[in-house]
T-cell receptor
Framework: QQQVKQSPQSLIVQKGGISIINCAYENTAFDYFPWYQQFPGKGPALLIA?????SEKKEGRFTISFNKSAKQFSLHIMDSQPGDSATYFCAANTGFQKLVFGTGTRLLVSP | DSGVTQTPKHLITATGQRVTLRCSPR?????VYWYQQSLDQGLQFLIHYYNGEERAKGNILERFSAQQFPDLHSELNLSSLELGDSALYFC????????????FGSGTRLTVV
């Protein structure tokens, strides 16, 4: 019940396209849902986060869509650029618990 | 620079040896989390400290231990090293005893030969 399931494992998108990464969770007590971006050899960096009181949050080209009833949330990267090529992790937690991470999605944006 | 400092950046050691990884959290952050990331794997939670106290343990081997000192820096001790312990080890810090707002360090790459 503490798991966060992430898909796809890898994704290839053409420059200018939309990248979509999905996550699903079981624990309805989760109340914080961040996305992290990790470049090779670097630590993950917080990209964008959402709480379940809103269904969508947008920051620049990055949007989180949140479906509370389906227990799913997704990351959309609009106008994907080669510089967005990285591994993306979704995560979730509740209260004073640690973040639970998804298994990661390796995104490659082709020029 | 995220503000979370991990040393050393790289470490190569032999099987059976013992190493210590160090993490200095971002200024003002009281929580430190340790994660292990093996090649092409996700982030495996090891342990969480808050203001010097252990708060949660994940899949941390008995050969591994950690502590957080009064100045809030943390050390992860790995002993009787095996080839399979080769991985990136990350620490992250947050301001409160809660997972939101994690800031990760750049990691220590451990290679056991």
């Amino acid at each position: 019940q503490q798991q966060v399931k992430q898909s796809p494992q890898s994704l290839i998108v053409q420059k200018g396209g939309i990248s979509i990464i999905n996550c699903a969770y079981e624990n309805t007590a989760f109340d914080y849902f961040p996305w992290y971006q990790q470049f090779p050899g670097k630590g993950p960096a917080l990209l964008i986060a959402i709480r379940p009181d809103v269904s969508e949050k947008k920051e620049g080209r990055f949007t989180i869509s949140f479906n509370k009833s389906a227990k799913q949330f997704s990351l959309h990267i609009m106008d994907s650029q080669p510089g967005d090529s990285a591994t993306y992790f979704c995560a979730a937690n509740t209260g004073f618990q640690k973040l639970v991470f998804g298994t990661g999605t390796r995104l490659l944006v082709s020029p | 620079d995220s503000g979370v400092t991990q040393t050393p950046k790289h470490l190569i050691t032999a099987t059976g040896q013992r190493v210590t990884l160090r993490c200095s959290p971002r200024s003002g952050d009281l929580s430190v989390y340790w994660y292990q990331q093996s090649l092409d794997q996700g982030l495996q939670f090891l342990i969480h400290y808050y203001n010097g106290e252990e708060r949660a343990k994940g899949n941390i081997l008995e050969r591994f231990s950690a502590q957080q000192f009064p100045d809030l820096h943390s050390e992860l001790n790995l002993s009787s090293l095996e080839l399979g312990d080769s991985a990136l080890y990350f620490c992250a810090s947050s301001a409160r005893d809660r997972g939101d707002g994690y800031t990760f360090g750049s990691g220590t790459r451990l290679t056991v030969v």
